[in-house]
């Protein structure tokens, strides 16, 4: 359509209508969370000294990668946004950090409740907390310029900047706090790792790449939903310039 | 060698600006030592165990009215839209980044050289570590969370919010330096015979200014595109 003109020269296909690509992998996460969730609470074994309450680490993991996926995913939009200027990619960061805050938040909810059993302790000043509450801050903040008033080119700028900084930021923190006290987390899967049996890995590896599609899915959906806002928008200021306001 | 000497320029116009107006600095003096006196009340200044507690309260202070200068620092460009006549005047962007951080830099070292002494003053810390190194790990520091907090305040001027945005910004980005420099102000006021030690935190502190103030530079460019 004519009126969208601009929006394709920036790179921005706005077709919402459902595909069969949607369909695949919508249906692909669905499936894969419900075989991880069979995967965990009745294939693998139950751990002997913490119980049925260790289940909550898979979620927890899953979810925990796939929140620093979701800023990956930020990151490399921030940087194509900055090199192309074209606003697909800023849609693209937009949904990933929304999705990103939802999963980071899964993270710091399951993590202390499963802290509380294990080490009995709710928090702890370990290297993979202290990283992860730094990753939680990051993304607060980025959402806060992400609702800054003003044109969405400003905003896009702007929030493809702090991006970038916050994901380089969060290995940084890793090191200096692994630097500064190591206490409790276990390095579960590799060589000195002990404490996982073969169906317990299968089922923590599979609800990984569970939580990756969903994540896909997520984006994929939240993508739509976004074009769909810009769409409605158009159409608004196209309307408010016909009956001359 | 023109970034730099512009960048000199734009950072001697703010500290002129300000030694006119006496507005920012004498606040964040002001505002340093107020924070001390709040901690003589919160901890007891007496007891020996809250000697310890001395090299997290040097970089709390510093951060603390640090924040008060960052946080003018691009706002004040606003009236006028000063802003605007930067960006458009013939200087390279990364000279605006420099002359900021340059004028952040000499206010901030101006309001620790006062405070710092204060600190000890007033918790009655007797100091015997080595001055040069404290004074390496207070350069190293405060060069790190005022390179990366200059930036993030010219993002954060943006905001109609800034004052209240540019904490939540800095503070994320600035945890590694400040897990370092504590770490290392820590050994060298507490246990100086182990300075190899903070040695390896400044080194960690150094990385993370090098790294941050690069990407800095790289990225100024696209924070001030009108």
Not at chain 1, 59 to 86: D, E, M, Q
Request: one cysteine or more; a positive charge; glycine letters at 8%.
């Amino acid at each position: 359509m004519s009126f969208f003109k601009n929006e394709e020269e920036l790179g921005l296909n706005l077709n919402t209508r459902t595909t069969l690509v949607n369909h695949i992998v919508y249906g692909i996460a669905f499936a894969m969370i419900l075989v991880s969730a069979y995967l965990i609470f009745i294939y693998s074994n139950i751990e002997k000294t913490m119980g049925a309450v260790q289940k909550i680490f898979y979620v927890h993991v899953g979810t925990a990668w796939n929140a620093l996926l979701a800023f990956g995913v930020v990151f490399v939009c921030s940087i194509l946004y900055l090199a192309t200027k074209k606003r697909i990619y800023d849609v693209y960061a937009t949904v990933a950090a929304e999705i990103g805050v939802v999963f980071i938040i899964i993270v710091m909810l399951t993590g202390p409740i499963w802290a509380r059993s294990a080490w009995n302790v709710w928090w702890s000043w370990e290297p993979k907390l202290t990283s992860a509450l730094i990753l939680f801050f990051i993304y607060i903040a980025y959402t806060m310029i992400r609702f800054m008033d003003g044109s969405w080119d400003k905003k896009a700028r702007l929030c493809a900047v702090f991006g970038i900084i916050g994901f380089i930021d969060v290995p940084i923190v890793y090191f200096a706090s692994e630097w500064w006290g190591s206490k409790f987390h276990p390095t579960v899967v590799g060589q000195e790792g002990g404490g996982l049996e073969g169906n317990m890995v299968f089922a923590l590896v599979f609800t990984v790449f569970a939580f990756s599609f969903f994540l896909t899915a997520l984006i994929h959906k939240g993508v739509r939903i976004e074009k769909a806002r810009i769409e409605l928008q158009h159409m608004k200021d196209k309307i408010a310039e016909k009956i001359g306001r | 060698m023109s970034i730099l000497r512009n960048a000199l320029t734009i950072a001697g116009k703010d500290l002129r600006a300000e030694r006119k107006s006496k507005q920012v600095l004498p606040t964040m003096l002001v505002f340093a030592v107020l924070v001390i006196v709040v901690f003589s009340f919160a901890f007891d200044p007496d007891k020996e165990s809250t000697k310890a507690l001395i090299p997290g309260l040097i970089w709390i202070v510093s951060i603390f009215s640090a924040i008060l200068g960052l946080n003018r620092s691009f706002i004040s460009e606003l009236k006028n839209d000063n802003i605007q006549g930067m960006i458009i005047a013939p200087v390279n962007s990364i000279s605006i980044f420099l002359g900021k951080f340059f004028a952040n830099f000499v206010m901030i070292l101006i309001v620790q050289a006062i405070a710092i002494p204060m600190l000890f003053l007033l918790f009655d810390y007797q100091f015997n570590g080595s001055l040069p190194w404290l004074l390496l790990t207070i350069f190293t520091g405060t060069f790190g969370f005022v390179g990366i907090g200059s930036f993030l305040s010219a993002i954060a001027s943006n905001s109609g919010i800034s004052e209240m945005l540019l904490p939540l910004l800095l503070f994320p980005i600035a945890t590694p330096a400040l897990i370092g420099i504590v770490s290392a102000t820590k050994i060298i006021l507490r246990h100086p015979d182990q300075i190899e030690k903070a040695y390896g935190w400044l080194q960690l502190v150094g990385g993370y200014d090098i790294i941050f103030f690069g990407i800095c530079i790289v990225l100024f460019d696209y924070i001030l595109e009108v």
